[in-house]
């Protein structure tokens, strides 16, 4: 399976003081996830890997564990373009926190937006971050991508170690016409955060414009796209979610100092379950 492994942000390596210190791997941090019924985290030594051609080490295997905190971002669209269902696709999201915020153990927060945007605190109690969504108004043109950016840039802020279950849900039909970033913007940082993007956009049969943005910055993140506000569908979505989460691991790559990490990688798995990787995940 080949992979193009953009630009990562280099993380952890202190290099010794003393002359006669050799220069220390630095680690990348890239996503896998196993698929299927009898899916589990696959480990460090079900994994090769290769940066064009040349073998690096598996350092380690990050997995989400039952009792990790999960940190989820909500990003809801309230430009005017939203507002036809507002309700409907407020209820879904609200449903999706219930089912993915367990209370007292992950923690959330909820980002509204139309031309600017509102991030709250840190919240430990999925009723408070639905008390912000209630209190959103409708109003404004759209600034998406600000909204994404800089939800990206608060996860890498309270983050405090490499785990998967950094994720936002986002809201929004993708039109955006008043942000000062770009798509690609609001996708590099959140690569840089470790952060996967999940979309939803409202109903349709087929991708315009706009859900193409969202499909693609879902895709560049590690994340997936639905359609549609259905409350029919939330259980299913939601145990979708939960499963991808408790299936995805951070392999640690450590590659010699001389390798330079800026071509393809190439993961191979020595393991009978059906594996995928991920947008490329840097801390």
């Known amino acids: 399976m080949i992979f193009p492994l953009l630009p990562l942000l280099l993380v952890g390596a202190v290099l010794a003081q003393s002359p006669q210190a050799t220069p220390q791997a630095e680690s990348h941090w890239v996503a896998v996830r196993t698929t299927g019924s009898e899916a589990s985290a ?45 309700n409907e696709r407020n209820n879904f999201a609200e449903s999706l926190i219930y089912a993915l915020v367990r209370q007292g153990l992950d923690a959330g927060f909820v980002t509204l937006f139309d031309t600017e945007f509102d991030i709250s605190k840190v919240f430990r109690n999925p009723e408070e971050m639905i008390k912000r969504i209630r209190a959103g108004r409708s109003g404004g043109g759209t600034a998406l991508f600000d909204a994404i950016f800089n939800s990206c840039l608060y996860i890498h802020d309270v983050q405090r170690q490499p785990r998967p279950g950094w994720v936002l849900l986002v809201f929004s039909d993708g039109d955006d016409n008043r942000s000062n970033k770009t798509s690609e913007e609001a996708i590099h940082r959140c690569q840089d955060s470790g952060t996967a993007i999940f979309s939803f956009v409202p109903n349709g049969d087929s991708p315009d414009r706009g859900g193409r943005v969202m499909k693609s910055m879902a895709s560049a993140t590690g994340g997936e796209m639905y359609f549609g506000y259905s409350k029919k569908s939330e259980p299913k979505v939601a145990a979708h979610l939960k499963e991808i989460l408790r299936t995805t691991t951070l392999q640690e790559l450590s590659p010699p100092a001389a390798v330079q ?23």
């Open 261 to 283: 990490v800026k071509g393809k990688l190439e993961l191979r798995f020595k393991t009978k379950q059906k594996a995928e990787i991920l947008a490329p995940t840097a801390f």
């Open 42 to 86: 696959i480990t460090a030594d079900e994994v090769q890997a290769k940066v064009d051609g040349r073998a690096i080490d598996i350092k380690s295997a990050v997995a989400q564990r039952e009792k990790d905190p999960l940190l989820l971002g909500v990003v809801l669209d309230f430009s005017h373009s939203s507002r036809d269902e507002l």
